[in-house]
T-cell receptor, first 116, second 115 residues
Framework: ETGVTQTPRHLVMGMTNKKSLKCEQH?????MYWYKQSAKKPLELMFV???????ENNSVPSRFSPECPNSSHLFLHLHTLQPEDSALYLC???????????????FGPGTRLTVL | AQKITQTQPGMFVQEKEAVTLDCTYD???????LFWYKQPSSGEMIFLIY??????QNATEGRYSLNFQKARKSANLVISASQLGDSAMYFC????????????FGQGTILTVHP
């Protein structure tokens, strides 16, 4: 596989469930990101990992818990979510995160999450 | 703080015509990069074009060009010879030297190409 992959593509869960979203990048990048895209809102950055260390956490509720075991994999663990957490969750990767040079982020296809 | 504004919620264009999608930005950083992404209904964000704040020439990538007007803080995307497959949501985004990789996105513009 190439690029950035995300599983599952669709997820429906109850508010008491625990689930995890998985992201994998095959690009040899050092930085990975989680974004949330709600209807009629701009993409919101949730977490940034650089070389497996979290470098930014944008005041995300603790019911979202990221994990980056290595530079190719990123997880988002979900527990006791609320209906307003229903959104498209996008993962992205880039060669690095700290420099400004041409450093586009490559996005995965997203996980469409519905919380009932 | 950085901000991206896309004032066109929706745009319509006839197939084979050109269309301009507006984007204005605000930052106090002198060094920044501007990006355009396309998001089809499938959800994936597809990178289209990049413009650096110190680039003297407007960026071009095939049918996409970026009309960069630094003094006006605008970075409009021009799509020439529109195709039906161009129908999608388009996002303008920015990162700055101090934003540590964070991309700030605009609200997006839905482009519909009519046959």
């Amino acid at each position: 596989e190439t690029g950035v992959t995300q599983t599952p593509r669709h997820l429906v869960m109850g508010m008491t469930n625990k689930k995890s979203l998985k992201c994998e990048q095959h690009l040899g990048h050092n930085a990975m990101y989680w974004y949330k895209q709600s209807a009629k809102k701009p993409l919101e950055l949730m977490f940034v990992y650089s070389l497996e260390e979290r470098v930014e956490n944008n005041s995300v509720p603790s019911r979202f818990s990221p994990e980056c075991p290595n530079s190719s994999h990123l997880f988002l663990h979900l527990h006791t979510l609320q209906p307003e957490d229903s959104a498209l969750y996008l993962c992205a990767s880039s060669p690095s995160e700290g420099t400004l040079s041409y450093n586009e982020q490559f996005f995965g296809p997203g996980t469409r999450l519905t919380v009932l | 703080a950085q901000k991206i504004t896309q004032t066109q919620p929706g745009m319509f264009v006839q197939e084979k015509e050109a269309v301009t999608l507006d984007c204005t930005y605000d930052t106090s950083d002198q060094s920044y990069g501007l990006f355009w992404y396309k998001q089809p209904s499938s959800g994936e964000m597809i990178f289209l074009i990049y413009q650096g704040s110190y680039d003297e020439q407007n960026a071009t990538e095939g049918r996409y060009s970026l009309n960069f007007q630094k003094a006006r803080k605008s970075a409009n995307l021009v799509i020439s010879a529109s195709q039906l497959g161009d129908s999608a949501m388009y996002f303008c985004a920015m990162r700055t030297r101090t934003s540590y990789g964070k991309l700030t996105f605009g609200q997006g513009t839905i482009l519909t190409v009519h046959p």
